[in-house]
């Protein structure tokens, strides 16, 4: 089960995610990032990946193309923090190696 929850303030708009980010629920994200980049008025767009407990191969996927288009991510948690290091790091590496 995961959950997707809006948080709105004057500066940004949060999406925080809790629990589980495995199919089917990766479609889902998808679908939430697409809603929540509108109406935006100015104010920076994050996710929250702090009470995420597990992240399935489907849920980096998403989470690596997310990060390829330019998503800005939150995490206090080690686990959330090590997965976003890991796929920052294989994007940053696919990048290099088409402008080369």
Known sequence: ???ISV????????L???????????VELR???????????GRELLIDLEHLTVISDEGQTLLAALINEGFKFRSR???????LR???????ARLQLSTS
């Open 77 to 83: 948690g080690v686990f959330a923090k090590q997965v």
């Open 86 to 92: 890991q796929l920052g790091s294989k994007v940053r």
């Open 1 to 3: 089960m995961l959950k």
């Open 31 to 41: 679908k939430a990032c697409e809603h929540a980049q509108e109406n935006l008025n």
């Open 16 to 26: 925080v995610l809790e629990g589980k980010l495995v199919a089917p629920w990766t």
């Open 7 to 14: 948080v709105d303030s004057p500066n940004e708009r949060q």
